[in-house]
């Protein structure tokens, strides 16, 4: 099982970025998926997971308004959307997949991570 996130880089201030989470060996539909992240010297935090049945989202209020996750079953991909970025943005972003179906912002409910992807906002 492999989750592989890509999408990463460096933008300015304002800018957007587009991450893609990808499974081989494991089916995303019907369970839970998630973005995680984690910037220097802090710990991981949620940011968005999207649900494994009607595709309801939940989101970090930090990140409320600016990320959008999406899923696109046909190609067994998890998409997270991010707008107006800022300088705390900056993290190494996760995605990971839950045995559950519906959201959760528990990173101890997700059993699959990938290696995760570098986002870096400049000021």
């Not at 460096?10 to 973005?35: D, E, H, M, P, Y």
């Not at 930090?62 to 190609?75: C, H, N, P, Q």
């Not at 959307?81 to 972003?93: G, H, N, Q």
């Amino acid at each position: 099982v492999q989750l592989v996130e890509s999408g990463g880089g460096l933008v300015q201030a304002g800018g957007s970025l587009r991450l893609s989470c990808a499974a081989s060996k494991l089916t995303l539909s019907g369970r839970c998926v998630g973005w995680f992240r984690q910037a220097p010297g802090k710990e991981r935090e949620f940011v968005a997971a999207i649900s494994g049945d009607d595709g309801a989202t939940l989101y970090a209020e930090s990140v409320k308004g600016r990320f959008t996750i999406s899923r696109v079953k046909a190609l067994n991909m998890v998409f997270l959307e991010m707008r107006s970025l800022k300088p705390e943005d900056t993290a190494i972003y996760y995605c990971a997949a839950s045995r559950l179906r519906a959201y959760t912002s528990n990173s101890e409910e997700y059993d699959y991570w990938g290696q995760g992807t570098l986002v870096t906002v400049s000021s």
